[in-house]
């Protein structure tokens, strides 16, 4: 459930079309722009190398969000002289991958993803090659795919088995609202989890959405593991509903393939709609004027 043209869904796509193609040869990977899911090591450089940058056998430029493969080429450019090899790729070059995942290569460690693709076809999501599930899942807390709910019951179970020896679990990717049984939140009741993603893009959404939300607290799940991602345009009325109805809206400005620039005040908006603490004051001061 990594919906829409917007920041969720170009993450979830995994950067793997710049697959290592062999041991022993040191490889950086670079970024036109730092995100919170990419790697931190030694090796990962965002933007230009300075004189003090050692060689390498390969640099990978890799480039998630169409709006910066221009970036991106330049940052080849700049990099050839640090390596014999400078390839380009990621989400924006190459589209989705249907490659198995590789841990901490494109996407930060604890990162995982078993599955790719999604049946749903959603119009609004870069996501449209069918499901594919993995036969290996990797270790990892943070569950990255697509949608895992449309996955098989064996690959589900499979992945719980992997998520059993995990703390501070994240189901970053989402998970599908319609998709949630007493089973589901059953086997997420035996998880470590930290928080728990789901998503309300449209105002008919919020039906499914209030009847997942009340399944995870009749499971036990508080407000503050529940989070939901709402992609949003003008209104703030979804938002508080989703607030009101038990779980953490993640406000998203709709973001097309070629970048549409917003305004000020709605980044501002769109920022304060996605931190809790901040929301909960506008909440509370609308609470006193009624
Ligand atoms: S359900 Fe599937 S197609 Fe729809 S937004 Fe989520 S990932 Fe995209």
Redesign the pocket.
């Known amino acids: ?4 043209i917007c920041m969720r ?1 170009l993450k ?1 796509i995994q950067n793997e079309i710049l697959k290592p193609n062999n041991i022993g040869v040191s490889i950086a990977r670079v970024f036109p722009t730092k995100t919170s899911m990419c790697p931190d090591d030694e090796h990962c450089y965002f933007g230009e190398p300075s004189d003090s940058t050692p060689m390498y056998d390969e640099v990978h430029v890799s480039v998630t969000f169409t709006w910066n493969i221009k970036k991106g080429w330049d940052l080849v450019d700049k990099w050839k002289s640090k390596a014999r090899l400078v390839k380009i790729g990621g989400p924006a070059i190459n589209g989705e991958s249907t490659q198995p995942f590789v841990p901490g290569m494109y996407l930060k460690k604890g990162v995982t993803i078993s599955s790719r693709g ?5 119009s ?5 090659n069918n499901l594919v599930e993995f036969d290996s899942i990797p270790e990892g807390n943070i569950v990255q795919d ?2 895992i709910l ?1 996955c098989s019951g064996h690959h589900w179970e499979h992945l719980l088995k992997m998520l059993k020896n995990q703390k501070q679990i994240e189901f970053k990717g ?1 998970l ?1 609202s319609r998709r949630i049984t007493p089973k589901i939140v059953a086997d997420l009741s035996n998880l470590k989890i930290k928080s728990i993603w789901l ?1 309300c ?1 449209n105002d008919s959404d919020l039906k499914s959405l209030k009847h997942a939300v009340d399944l995870l607290k009749e499971g036990g799940f508080k407000q503050y593991k529940i989070f939901c991602y709402v992609l949003i345009g003008k209104e703030e009325q979804r938002l508080r509903e989703v607030f009101d109805m038990g779980c953490m809206p993640f406000a998203q400005l709709y973001q097309p393939p070629t970048k549409y620039k917003y305004t000020k005040q709605m980044k501002q908006y769109q920022r304060t709609w996605c931190r809790p603490a901040a929301y909960k004051t506008v909440m509370k001061d609308l609470r006193r004027v009624k």
């Open positions: 459930m990594s919906m829409v869904s979830t999604c049946p749903n076809k959603c609004f999501c870069l996501v449209k697509n949608n449309a989402g599908e998503a893009d």
